[in-house]
C-alpha cells in the first residue's frame, strides 16, 4: 500500500505576510558582505569592434538591396503597356 503524505497546514494571507516581512527585514553577515561574481568579456556584451563594422556593412547593402528593388517596381511598366504600344500595321500585313 502506498503512504499518505503529509499536507501542511494553509496559511491566512495576514500569516503569510508577516512571514515574508520579518524573511526580508532579516541580514544576515554573509549575505550583505557578498559581492557579485566578476563577468567574463563575452557576457559583459564586449564584442570585436570588426564583427559590428561587418554586421552594419551587411545590413546596409541589405537595405540598399530592398530599396532599389522597391524603387525599380515603382518604375516599371504595367505588364500590358507593351500589348497596347504595338504597332496595328503588324496584323494587317500578315493578311
Same mark, same amino acid.
Given at each position: 500500500?502506498?503512504? &499518505? &503524505?503529509? !499536507?501542511?497546514? +494553509?496559511?491566512?494571507?495576514?500569516?503569510?505576510?508577516?512571514?515574508?516581512? +520579518?524573511?526580508?527585514? +532579516?541580514?544576515?553577515? @554573509?549575505?550583505?558582505?557578498?559581492?557579485?561574481?566578476?563577468?567574463?568579456?563575452?557576457?559583459?556584451?564586449? &564584442?570585436?569592434?570588426?564583427?559590428? %563594422?561587418?554586421?552594419? @556593412?551587411?545590413? %546596409? %547593402?541589405? %537595405?540598399?538591396?530592398?530599396?532599389?528593388?522597391?524603387?525599380?517596381?515603382?518604375?516599371?511598366?504595367? $505588364?500590358?503597356? $507593351?500589348?497596347?504600344? $504595338?504597332?496595328? !500595321?503588324?496584323?494587317?500585313?500578315? +493578311?
Amino acid at each position: 500500500m502506498a503512504k &499518505r &503524505r503529509k !499536507t501542511a497546514a +494553509k496559511q491566512t494571507p495576514k500569516e503569510a505576510a508577516k512571514k515574508t516581512a +520579518k524573511i526580508s527585514t +532579516k541580514k544576515s553577515p @554573509a549575505t550583505a558582505a557578498h559581492k557579485p561574481a566578476p563577468q567574463s568579456p563575452a557576457k559583459a556584451g564586449g &564584442r570585436n569592434p570588426d564583427v559590428t %563594422v561587418q554586421a552594419l @556593412a551587411i545590413a %546596409v %547593402v541589405i %537595405v540598399i538591396a530592398l530599396t532599389g528593388g522597391y524603387l525599380y517596381n515603382q518604375n516599371a511598366k504595367p $505588364a500590358g503597356a $507593351a500589348l497596347e504600344a $504595338a504597332p496595328a !500595321t503588324q496584323s494587317a500585313d500578315k +493578311k
